[in-house]
């Protein structure tokens, strides 16, 4: 008798040892006790892609119902019925292939007898099967409701994340991808970009996308670009949900993309227009802020030209205040910010270089003692477990205090590895970082009147997260480090009470790893050119 062979397996059972070799060997033990032929084996896990079951399956069924007469084929031969069988439908379908075709179904480990009795028996099984499809389908639903609701994303990490074999914190951004990110928002939110150009753009400064396609392309910078993930939002049916793993992008910075992307807003596109196509915002309505030429002719013949800043709402509301600046206002008022990041006096400034390096040397050193506290609780909690074993193993300890100390035991393991995994890791570079960007916050204005339209732009994107401009007043929303020390700093060496204080603010900025706009900073302060 010639037969088919059926075999397949989930990744769950997979790890649980039920593999797809096992069945085979068994289908084919059986089929050669008996006297079969084994014309075709089809076979299929779970795990290879979603749906690949129900393709093979479909194949399978395709494939019989096309041989079955030329071939002689007699029997389908599978491990179990819920092999085969996953619901009612397919057992729908198995029984017609048999009264069509002749193909019955033959089990190693299931066996059901003749007439009424064996197809009560058949139809029953195959219920339990469902069942079983049906509810596993519910408990993997769940979980992943749950864990979504706790903060975190399933499944695999988008592009700038990474998975970690870590309990407490499973997704941490990639280290090489996360800049990507980050940068792809910054350039794009500034409103004078499209796919292609911000494409080029990413080619020209050596980030790639993945190594087999190393250009960024349209569908996957709208991809990134419409993800809420990278915001802190995890999205399921229809929901959000707060994420407790690092975002990437500031909220301010996602939405200004979001108006871009669905044309909300406007891009002048023009390089001689320097703060238009919405690096600033309109502080009362938050629509970009756009540029425009006037020009006036003279008496003598001649024509005076003037660039004004406006609110580019066109559908603004009765109450809208009228948003409208000259240039060089707008310059004067984000000298006016900059000028307030840079210390009195250069005696101040080098008391800050001392405190800062100081402070990381106490950093450095509190670090180093850190691990070493570390490293000689993993070895107690190690030792104190195989204590532990000792006594269970000798009688002293019975099974109910055994186990409940070795979870404790084991938790502290997981803490205390943690813990010394971030403290691994510190960037031993933080400290020179640090000192670069506060001597850049200390030459901004110079490097600010220096500069061309294109380093001012990210000057200013590097300094601020946000830019907001009013009827009489521009509020920059600085960015880490800035605004500790336009905040905390000046005010102190402005009341002339700085002898005991520590630049602790500061320096928390650089023990984590360094966000794009710190390594913008930090680079524009080493090339120290003024374009």
Not at 64 to 70: G, L, M, Q
Not at 148 to 162: D, H, I, K, N, S
Not at 308 to 323: D, I, L
Not at 416 to 429: F, G, I, N
Request: aromatic share 8%.
């Amino acid at each position: 008798m010639n037969v088919i062979v059926w075999a397949r397996v989930s990744s769950r059972e997979q790890r649980e040892g039920y593999s797809l070799d096992a069945q085979l060997r068994a289908a084919r033990e059986r089929a050669t006790k008996n006297g079969w032929t084994v014309l075709k084996e089809f076979v299929v896990a779970e795990s290879a892609r979603r749906g690949a079951e129900r393709v093979a399956f479909n194949e399978m069924f395709q494939w019989v119902k096309a041989n079955a007469k030329r071939d002689g084929i007699k029997a389908i031969l599978s491990h179990k019925l819920d092999r085969v069988c996953r619901n009612m439908r397919d057992a729908v379908r198995l029984q017609e292939l048999e009264d069509t075709c002749g193909v019955h179904l033959a089990f190693v480990e299931n066996q059901f007898g003749p007439g009424a009795a064996g197809a009560l028996s058949f139809n029953v099984m195959a219920a339990v099967a469902q069942y079983y499809s049906d509810n596993l389908r519910n408990e993997v639903l769940k979980g992943m409701d749950e864990k979504v609701r706790q903060g975190w994303p399933t499944g695999l990490a988008p592009f700038g994340y990474q998975n970690v074999e870590n309990r407490n914190e499973p997704v941490v951004p990639h280290p090489v991808e996360s800049i990507a990110v980050a940068r792809i928002f910054e350039l794009y939110s500034s409103g004078n970009w499209t796919f292609k150009s911000l494409g080029d753009q990413l080619e020209r400064e050596g980030i790639i996308y993945r190594p087999s396609q190393p250009r960024f392309t349209s569908s996957a910078l709208s991809k990134i670009l419409n993800n809420r993930f990278y915001m802190g939002q995890i999205i399921r049916r229809g929901q959000a949900f707060p994420g407790k793993y690092r975002a990437l992008i500031d909220r301010s910075v996602f939405e200004a993309c979001q108006q871009l992307l669905h044309g909300k807003n406007r891009r002048t596109g023009n390089p001689e227009i320097m703060l238009s196509g919405g690096i600033l915002r309109c502080a009362h309505c938050g629509h970009a802020i756009t540029g425009e030429f006037i020009r006036r002719k003279l008496r003598c013949g001649g024509v005076n030209v003037h660039t004004y800043y406006k609110c580019g709402n066109n559908n603004q509301a009765p109450e809208h205040p009228k948003v409208r600046w000259r240039e060089e206002a707008v310059e004067e008022a984000l000298l006016h910010e900059f000028l307030a990041l840079k210390l009195p006096t250069p005696e101040s400034a080098e008391w800050f270089r001392t405190a800062l390096r100081a402070g990381f040397a106490n950093v450095d050193e509190n670090q180093r003692r850190q691990k070493q506290m570390l490293g000689k609780r993993t070895t107690e909690l190690v030792n104190m477990q195989d204590r532990l074993l000792n006594g269970y193993l000798a009688g002293a300890i019975d099974e109910a205090v055994f186990n409940r100390k070795s979870t404790e035991l084991k938790a502290q393991a997981v803490e205390t590895q943690s813990a010394l995994e971030k403290a691994d890791a510190y960037d031993p570079e933080a400290a020179e970082r640090a000192l670069s960007v506060f001597d850049f916050s200390q030459n901004l204005a110079e490097r600010w009147r220096g500069s061309n339209y294109s380093v001012r732009r990210e000057i200013l994107l590097c300094v601020s997260s946000n830019r907001l401009l009013g009827t009489t007043t521009l509020e920059l929303q600085k960015r880490k480090p800035f605004d500790a020390l336009a905040e905390d700093l000046v005010l102190k060496i402005g009341r002339g009470d700085c002898t005991d204080f520590e630049p602790t603010s500061f320096i928390d900025s650089f023990l984590r790893p360094p966000e794009p706009h710190i390594l913008t900073a930090a680079r524009l302060e080493r090339e120290n050119t003024f374009c």
